[in-house]
């Protein structure tokens, strides 16, 4: 069957986060996003505790986002892996085995992370240089073993004694998405990256300056930092109203790295109002800023207002079943 018609723009990805939703539930919005079109899904990474939620799920992020590689078709789908809950080699393995089963739909995001609840786990928690330092290690690390190499490696973080990953992926291997938006994680993106997932609100000011110190970044490797893809979550409400208080609020709980944004530019931060105009204000957004992918971030809605939001938001008009619509 022939594809439905596009409502053109960008291609959108969606982020189903902060353990909002029990397992079946994500599991019925992430193959409705599929029907509708959208380029990815990302869910829960590698959160091991969360306080606020009381007694709710806390799922991890790696077996859910398998889990869902497996009850869907065609859709990718990743969660993000912080640096300090995995082994280098190890990490390699598990998403060259991924990549193994589910080719082509594999999204690999990392970064340095910062729970302080994840200390009670045991999960180790240095300081944010030591976390820059050991991203750093563990992606060349991961690079070289999905390019089939032996690897014999002795960093301040990071060892590998003739590990080795079979099969190796070697061209199927996912591009490697880097988020952040600090100079010193910044030269990490442009050491490692395929993508920089830019963690800021989508406002062009803030992003060009960060923009800039890649730039620079890029420069001293000889890379062309225009060859960097650029993703974004952007917290979006269709059918919200910017100056509604409560949505204010809800924008400031999902996204408290943002606490600096004064409340005069949540009007340009916040994708919201009726669905022709968040749609047109995403693909504004994408066009202003170079994104290849934009990812609306639809963290706290419940599963009927997730539902609406993907419908209103939806690259392909038409709802098609996802045994026949082949993209």
Known sequence: MSA?????????????????????????????????????????GDVSCIPSLGEADVLDGW???????????????GSIRLVHHWNA??????????????PGRVRFLASIGGQPADRRFGLPLPPVADRLAW????????????????????????????????????????????????????????A????WDVNLPPLPERVE?????????????????ARLGRSMWIWARPHGDVEDPALRAAYR??????????DAELQRAIPAGPPEACRARIAQIARELGLTLPVVDLSGCDADAARRALDALAPVESRVDSTTYSA
């Open 135 to 190: 991203l750093d290690e563990t992606l060349g690390v991961v690079r070289a073993l999905w390019r089939g190499e032996e690897v014999h490696f002795q960093g301040r973080f990071v060892r590998a004694e003739g590990a080795r990953v079979r099969p190796a992926p070697g061209a199927a291997a996912p591009p490697i998405a880097v988020g952040g938006r600090g100079r010193r994680l910044l030269e990490v993106v442009a």
């Open 89 to 102: 080699a190890k990490l390699a393995q598990a998403v060259a085995t991924q990549v193994r089963l589910f």
């Open 253 to 262: 709980r999902f996204n408290p790295w943002y606490a600096d944004v004064p």
């Open 192 to 195: 490692h990256a395929d993508v």
């Open 4 to 44: 439905p018609p596009a409502r053109g723009g960008p291609a959108l990805g969606v982020a189903l986060v902060w353990h909002t939703w029990p397992f079946e539930v994500l599991l019925d919005l992430v193959r409705h996003a599929e029907r509708r079109g959208y380029a990815a899904v990302f869910v829960d």
């Open 209 to 225: 300056a960060a923009a800039a110190h890649l730039a620079e970044a890029c420069e001293r490797r000889g890379r062309d930092p």
């Open 63 to 77: 077996t859910v986002s398998t889990a869902l590689l497996a009850h869907t078709e065609r859709i990718p789908i």
